[in-house]
Each structure stands twice: as C-alpha cells, then as structure tokens.
C-alpha cells in the first residue's frame, strides 16, 4: 500500500474496488436508504467508475456497505478530490441523522481463477 492509502502497481489491469461502511441509528436508517435511492448518480460521470453497490447489514442494524468498483486506485483518488463527489456527500444529512463513516477497505481485483 502506498503511503495515500491507495494500491500502486497491484491492481494488475482487474480493477479496484473500495468498500465504505456507514453506520446510522437504526431510527434513521429508513431516511438512508431514501437517500441512497434518491441519489444524484453523479459517480457514475467519473472515468474509470465501474459500478456501485449499497448493502444493508441484516443482522446489524443501521450498519451500510457502499462498494464501488472502479478501473484502478487512480480513478477512485480522481473521483474523491472531484466536485461532483463534494455535490454528492452536500447532501448527506447533519446531525443527529448524519451517518458516521465507520470503516474503508480497498482491494486490488485479481485475475479470475
């Protein structure tokens, strides 16, 4: 891992994926999943922007997964210092309803075996 926290030289041309866990009070969940549903797609305009997903966790509740999958670590740094990722997270909700990020894991896609 390099030192920004991104993956040089290992994503091997498979792709990169970056999953973000957020936590809300699971009174405020429902208004999350509004949220996710009523988003701007404004990430899907980034070059290299492969897919996004969002998970809720059946067995904690009010704990989400965003995963996204993106052509390369490069692409995913790109879109995170963009304008449109600042327009985007603008409309997350304050306090108390603001989700709290509570984990980010990223991985380098391997070739299929």
Not at 16 to 41: K, M, N, Q
Not at 84 to 93: A, G, K, L
């Amino acid at each position: 891992m390099a030192p920004n926290g991104g993956v040089t030289g290992q994503d091997g041309g498979c792709g990169f994926v970056v999953s973000s866990e957020v936590t809300i009070s699971p009174e405020s969940a429902e208004a999350l999943e509004r949220a996710f549903r009523e988003r701007l797609h404004l990430v899907e305009k980034a070059p290299g922007f492969r897919r996004l997903e969002t998970w809720r966790d059946v067995t904690r509740p009010g704990v989400f997964q965003m995963v996204s999958w993106w052509d390369d670590a490069g692409s995913f740094r790109r879109y995170m210092r963009s304008e449109e990722h600042r327009i985007s997270h603008d409309r997350i909700p304050h306090a108390p309803d603001r989700p709290r990020g509570t984990g980010v894991r990223r991985y380098a896609l391997l070739p299929d075996s």
